[in-house]
């Protein structure tokens, strides 16, 4: 399974982006998916996770009632909207893909996509 997430980039303070993944090489609604985020000199954490049919979303307290995830099953993609962007929003966002779990967990992820930067400028 190919990941490959783009729409990072440099933003003011309280503007908005939107993450995309488009995912190759499996069945992608087989798949839950999820952002996870990782800031210098900081662990990889979890942002948001969409389940693989039902539309179930999952947050992050840090990004609730922010961020939006959402997924089109049919252009195998999954983005995540980005609202009211914050300085401490800043670090590489990784979209991955999730077998059997919730895609809430570090160690569980089948899947990493490379990377994208998203700066917020205070």
């Known amino acids: 399974v190919q990941l490959q997430a783009s729409g990072g980039g440099l933003v003011q303070a309280g503007g908005s982006l939107r993450l995309s993944c488009v995912v190759s090489?499996?069945?992608?609604?087989?798949?839950?998916m999820g952002w996870f985020r990782q800031a210098p000199g900081k662990e990889r954490e979890f942002v948001s996770a969409i389940s693989r049919s039902d539309g179930s979303t999952y947050y992050a307290d840090s990004v609730k009632g922010r961020f939006t995830i959402s997924r089109d099953n049919a252009k195998n993609t999954v983005y995540l909207q980005m609202n009211s962007l914050k300085p401490e929003d800043t670090a590489v966002y990784y979209c991955a893909a999730d077998r059997y779990g919730s895609a809430s967990y570090v160690r569980n992820i089948d899947y990493w996509g490379k990377g994208t930067q998203v700066t917020v400028s205070s």
């Open positions: 090489g499996r069945t992608f609604s087989n798949y839950r």
